[in-house]
Nanobody, 124 residues
Framework: VQLQASGGGSVQSGGSLRLSCEVS????????IGWFRQPPTRAREGVSC????????WLADSVQNRFTMSRDEAKNTVYLHMNNLRPTDAATYYC??????????????????WGKGTLVTVSS
């Protein structure tokens, strides 16, 4: 099982990015996929999770109405669409697999695999 996050970069406040998580070793219809991030000066935090059926399970309050997840089963890839980025969104973003549960806490304790992260920087 491998997950590879990509798509990070440097944007100005208010900008947008799309992160990709390419999965190998299983298909998206078999496992939930979530995103979490590690900011430079704060604790790790959950961002969002999408179920194996393709429905959104939870989204962090801090990214409500700005971030969404989608997936392309043909490419076995999950996306995190980030709009109206803020400096507080700056972090290394990771994708992981495990049961979404109903919250980040559920997902955190159930994560089984995650890959290297992709860095997002947001300038004000």
């Amino acid at each position: 099982v491998q997950l590879q996050a990509s798509g990070g970069g440097s944007v100005q406040s208010g900008g947008s990015l799309r992160l990709s998580c390419e999965v190998s070793g299983f298909t998206l219809d078999l496992n939930d996929i979530g995103w979490f991030r590690q900011p430079p000066t704060r604790a790790r935090e959950g961002v969002s999770c999408i179920s194996k059926s393709g429905s959104s399970k939870w989204l962090a309050d801090s990214v409500q109405n700005r971030f969404t997840m989608s997936r392309d089963e043909a490419k076995n890839t999950v996306y995190l669409h980030m709009n109206n980025l803020r400096p507080t969104d700056a972090a290394t973003y990771y994708c992981a697999t495990g049961p979404c549960g109903s919250s980040w806490t559920d997902f955190y304790y159930g994560m089984s695999h995650w890959g290297k992260g992709t860095l997002v920087t947001v300038s004000s």
